[in-house]
């Protein structure tokens, strides 16, 4: 039995250790005083081991309440009372006390607190000993609309790379985060720490450090919380129920549908169930599921058990049994479904709808087939075809099934094409390069001031890296590439991690005028770029793997079907899940969540040369069919989890023989939403001189140009007839514009103002280690009497200084008018851009009235 050490009035009474029964190490005791309305408990620790993460439980009376709390805080539900101490008296030293600084607080009524507990133990020392505290602790509290959480490690290491996970009520946001920073997605929301509470040593809390942060509706809970998925409060999981009302609504010779009650959740949300007795087991994510490949005439007994988030599952439902049909019973099909048509679509489906086929045994399903093959079987007359690309005629029909698995016949095809992956209008798709926050100094913040974030429809982020030991995703290194361009290794392990997501940007960079403190675990580009959506909603942003300088190890990550999951997953993981590695205080599980709504692949170029020392094989080019497919495939499955269909684009080359080498369009085509088509660089010189340093040439012409002096003759035109004559749909091509110039110099004048001229080498470029190179808005204003001319019959710009001067090709306001004409007089789907630090404003004015 339980006693509580009961108090006179005004009396004080202080704990004797002798008078006390003998106590584990563990234990505290609480003596209780009452003077006037002030009730203090004095806590203290006759054990031989320091205790912290200690907290006060009691009640009162009906009607009596606490207030003004010191050296602690206090929470009250009715008449139980929870007292939390301050963090300076968490932890208690074994043979000490918390005098002078014993929490103490006021009644409204001068009264004793009963059923007194500490630590789970009774305040008196009498009874069991306390039980073990859990390793790790998250208590949240919350006054009005301030919600904090206190974590207390009483583990025997250090608590490192924690994050708490948990869930708001439907509408309430959670905002305005202090030690620590917060992403929300619907309901779920994910709490990270600062980094100098990122680690809590053993016997140690969070205070006064504690991550707090503000709720849209005062009072909200936090449910289904988790740190680092244990549960908060240090209690072990309870599995879900089992579901209920096992039933079979309908079953043929060869498969049962089964329909179950949905099971009650344990300590962590279901995500699906796992239904037992057919020849293998069924994972279903609703309440329902069809087990095929039985035998007819069959008995079985089925079972279904409920899963959660974690893996648990719940004991089995009561079993159903159930046997198959005999086919011997009933020989007659059903009638064919009748007037098939499509009645909504999406970027990557399309809803149809038929007429109920008649039997005389009674129709069980329909199976909707694409292209003759089943994508759906569905019980009803409607039925939606997911998984599709967009921009994409399909041919669909329905068969009915009855119950004797007797299949009626097919009824008559339907055409239906899925919508643009832009809902109205022209793509806009605008490269936003990592290094241009440096010599550029152009930030994400340009993107808002000069309007461009409102005229673009995609944004690609240049570039992500391979790992060229581990064949994945690299991220969380900072560390640059060699200076010399033909170096085989120069892009290697090469990454930066302080630009992507470390760098503290000022308030007269940021996007919203608000400076990074520099203990954000998510600063940088990426949070610019998570600000920019904010502004923008309607902007994707997709991030860019490979380009010339990391597509090295593609033709690795694409060699096997394993290699292929392994790459696919770790993208997935660090830019869509935005588990991003820590590095430099910033990172962590699920910092650059949302940010991206896609990815881009820059593989320059499967089967093909490219940059110096890149690994190329035979196989690429269907690797790259297989390697392309496997992105969609899983961008797909996460998609159906979180509800978003994520977009999978492609940066593709304008050189035929490239495209012969590397690509399998009409496969390549049922997997990407974009191929944004090299459109620029059909001629340079190089920064080092390497590629066409003695003699100039268009850069981008529209159309082949008659005076070409080369056996190969490029163009914008010439190389999207490759594609459209594969079949790929013109609403999935976007023509490559540059927003930069390619120059020579030593240029004679030649009779055609330098046109397809010798040249000495690459013109001096706007930056020493690009040579041959200049944004547009630097070429107009920094190369003097660079008379700007126009080639009409090529559709070309360039510009001429003079006889034996320099020479560039570039686009202008001029050739992006004509381009843009000619895109959507062939019903293209956009046009692309490479790079938006290139131009402060004109070139894109041009592009989005060209486009309109």
Known sequence: MRRLVSLLLGLVVTAVLASTPAHAA????????????????????????????????????????????????TTQTGTRVKLTPAYYIATLQPGRNTEPYSPSFTLSSPVSPTSCTI?????????????????????????????????????????????????????????????GSISQNGRTVT????????????????????????????????????????????????????????????????????????????????????????????????????????????????TVKAKDRKGTLSAASAALNVRTNNPADDTQPPSAPGNPRSTARTSGSVTLAWTASTDNTGV??????????????????????????????????????????????????????????????????????QWGIYGRQYFVRNLDTSGAAAKLTHLNYAFGNIDPVNLTCLQGVTRGTTANPQDPNQGDGAGDADADYGRPFSAAQSVDGVADTGWEPLRGNFNQLKKLKAKHPNLKVLISLGGWTYSKYFSDVAATDAARKKFVSSCIDIYIKGNLPVAGGAGGPGTAAGIFDGIDLDWEWPGAEGHAGNHVSPADKANNTLLIAEFRRQLDALGAQTGKRYQLTAFTPADPA???????????????????????????????????????????????????????????????????????????????????????????????????????????????????????????????????????????????????????????AWSIGKKTAWLRSRNLLGAMIWEMSGDTGTLLTAVDTGLR
């Not at 049962?256 to 796992?274: D, F, H, K, Q």
């Not at 007797?406 to 094409?417: E, G, I, Q, R």
């Not at 496969?667 to 340079?684: P, T």
């Open 26 to 73: 563990s234990r505290l005791i609480a003596t209780f005083s009452l003077s006037g309305n002030t009730g203090t408990f004095v806590v203290a620790n006759p054990g031989t081991a320091a205790v912290s993460g200690w907290s006060i439980i009691f009640d009162l009376p009906a009607g009596v309440t606490v207030s003004n709390a010191q050296h602690a805080t």
């Open 364 to 433: 069980a399903n329909y199976d909707v087939l694409v292209g003759g093959t089943v994508a759906t079987t569905v019980i009803g007359t409607t039925a939606t075809v997911t998984g599709l690309s967009p921009s994409t005629e399909y041919t669909f029909t329905i068969r009915a099934r009855d119950s004797y698995d007797n299949l009626s016949a097919a009824s008559a095809a339907v055409k239906a094409t899925t919508a643009d992956i832009v809902e109205t209008g022209y793509a806009r798709v605008g490269y936003f390069v």
């Open 658 to 812: 490239k495209i012969a080498a590397g690509w399998d369009l009409p496969q390549v085509a049922k997997s990407l939403d974009i191929f944004n088509v090299q459109g620029y660089d059909f001629h340079g010189a190089g920064s080092d001189n390497s590629w066409e340093p003695n003699r100039t040439g268009h850069q981008g012409n529209l159309y082949a140009d008659t005076d070409d002096p080369y056996n190969f003759h490029f163009s914008v035109e010439n190389a999207i007839n490759v594609y459209t004559n594969a079949g790929v749909s013109p609403r999935k091509l976007t023509i490559g514009l540059a927003f930069y110039g390619r120059g020579w110099q030593g240029v004679p004048d030649g009779g055609k103002f330098g046109e397809w001229q010798t040249a000495t080498g690459a013109a001096p470029g706007q930056f020493a280690e690009e040579a041959g190179t200049r944004g547009y808005s630097n070429l107009v204003a920094a190369v003097p009497g660079c008379t700007v001319r126009h080639d009409e019959q090529a559709v070309a710009t360039f510009c001429h200084t003079g006889n034996g001067g320099q020479w560039w090709s570039f686009d202008d």
């Open 119 to 179: 630590a789970g133990a009774a305040c008196d020392g009498s009874g069991d000993p306390p039980p073990p505290p859990p390793p790790v602790v998250a208590e949240y509290t919350v006054t009005g609309t301030s919600a904090t959480f206190v974590i207390t490690n009483n583990a025997a290491t250090a608590l490192t790379g924690w994050s708490i996970v948990f869930d708001l009520p439907a509408g309430v946001t959670a905002s305005n985060a202090q030690h």
């Open 191 to 302: 709490l990270t720490p600062a980094h100098y509470n990122g680690t809590v040593q053993p016997g140690r809390s969070t205070e006064p450090y504690s991550p707090s942060f503000t709720l849209s509706t005062a009072g909200a809970q936090a449910t289904n919380c988790r740190i680092n998925d244990v549960n908060c409060d240090g209690s072990a999981d309870t599995p879900p129920g089992a579901p209920g009302n096992l039933t079979s609504p309908v079953k043929t010779t060869r498969t049962v549908t089964l329909a179950w009650t949905a099971a009650t959740p344990g300590s962590l949300p279901i995500t699906g169930y796992e239904v037992y007795g057919g020849p293998a087991t069924v994972t279903a994510t609703g309440t329902s599921a069809t087990v095929t490949g039985l035998n007819p005439n069959t008995a079985y007994t089925f």
